[in-house]
């Protein structure tokens, strides 16, 4: 849906998406600064409609969850404290912890995670995740490269992996092949280091692939670090400047179209 932005109590001609972010976190690091109440606020301003969050630890997703239930998508991070972003993948004690984390029954996702190829090995815990997300339901958030993905993927084919960062700076012929081979493949945008050149136009090859596969991009701001909170307006509004340069339906499945498709509103 078109909105108008008014801004300074005018109402100026831009148009805007309702965004539906792909990946934030509210991580322990910001809850004095930032409360809860001001993140919502932050959302909002922003034309944030909806958001997947995930956080460390899951108590910050928890806190927005309970504030606004209809606008937060609470994913679980493998990470009950910063430290585990290291271990987790070999960590049995973090099946347990995920099992007694999905009982609560608000998570609809796992990840965001951070892991490598060669933390899949015979020691792995992630056949065992891949297993419960297959029976949960969830989508994943991966921070990882594209081995990775394609491994996660063939463990559970049924399970929708949205990469995040769509890996960073891959080509977009590599993103193209992916999910061409793969309909549960999906990609985030945030960090994104080759979507615009430096007029903040999209380049061609990714304005020519997300227009061919509208369905499996999402816009994301990532609040990985403190600092990004105060990005926020700053992020969504480049996300805004190249959204419009895409062909209008295209648009907004990205900005919100498959996020609402992957996590239809639930009753409350
Ligand atoms: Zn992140």
Redesign the pocket.
Known sequence: MLVFLVLHGLCINLQAFELHDA?L?YNQNVWKRLPPEQAIHFLVENNIQRAIFSSTPEKGTEMLYALAPERIIPFIRPYRAYKDVLTWHHDPEIIEYIRAQAAKGIYRGFG?FHMWIEHLDGKSILPELMQIAAEQNWVLSA?TDIETIEALIKMQPTVKVIW?HCGFSYEAHEIQALIEKYPTAYCDM?LYEKLTDEDDNLTPAWKVLMERHPDRFMVAI?T?KEARWGEVAEHAQFIQEWLIQLEPAAAEMIANGNVSRLFPLQKH
């Open positions: 990946h976190h965001e921070h995040a945030s990532d990985y």
